[in-house]
């Protein structure tokens, strides 16, 4: 599963590295510790151009009758999307690039208890997108929450001997077609979350302070 991440890049080094707009209300501060339940920076294509939005991660179905489901709910398997009802239909028209500059996977120690968390990023330590999907959930008092999920996939050989999962990072040239409303195809759009290449990536081990989701600094990965 993908449960941490980091965001430190700018809005405007973000909007540059993605060629977005920044809407004028959007800011975001460094983050070492994303987690659960937090609002994060996407990328949504309403049909006319890709923009930049907050979106609460854990998603929330439309159909959910109540929010208790968005905190079970934060990664989706590449593997069976197009077999739950949950996730099929927004596969087809609910696609969302996650942005990112690194993630949290955990370690376990041989020969004991501990875990160690290793910080996993790009070598050249871009920002990057995670495949994504959406939804809008209308609360009790009637207010449109949109929230989403992390596509997971099959680890590459860096995240392998730590975790038997990762995120699907899209390479820069899949984002638009997985942004693309008009494109439909599952097994196509399947084929996009495969395992980020090995060679262009680096992990290694940081604070155990980012256990603490209330933690948020940059020493977290000194």
Not at 139 to 152: D, L, M, S, Y
Not at 162 to 174: K, Q
Request: with cysteine.
């Amino acid at each position: 599963m993908c449960g941490r991440f980091t965001l430190f890049h700018s809005i405007d080094n973000i909007a540059q590295a993605f060629n977005v707009e920044v809407p004028k209300s959007m800011q975001q501060a460094p983050r070492y510790n994303v987690a659960p339940t937090q609002d994060i920076v996407t990328i949504l294509n309403d049909g006319t151009t890709p923009q930049l939005e907050l979106l609460r991660w854990g998603l929330i179905p439309s159909w959910a009758k109540d929010e208790s489901m968005g905190s079970k709910m934060i990664n989706a398997r590449a593997e069976t999307l197009a077999e739950k009802p949950s996730f099929k239909r927004l596969l087809h028209s609910r696609r969302c690039l996650i942005v990112a500059d690194g993630f949290y996977e955990w370690m376990q120690e041989p020969g004991s208890k501990l875990k160690t968390p290793m910080y996993i990023t790009l070598k050249d330590h871009a920002p990057f997108a995670f495949a994504g999907l959406w939804d809008s959930w209308k609360n009790p008092a009637g207010e449109q929450i949109r929230t989403c999920t992390i596509i997971t996939t099959s680890p590459n050989d860096v995240v392998s001997p730590i975790h038997n999962r990762m995120p699907a990072i899209l390479l820069p040239e899949a984002r638009a077609e997985w942004l693309d409303p008009k494109q439909k195809d599952e097994r196509f759009l399947q084929e996009l979350l495969k395992a980020y290449p090995a060679q262009e990536m680096e992990a290694r081990p940081v604070s155990r302070r980012v256990n603490d989701t209330r933690y948020d600094n940059a020493d977290l990965i000194a």
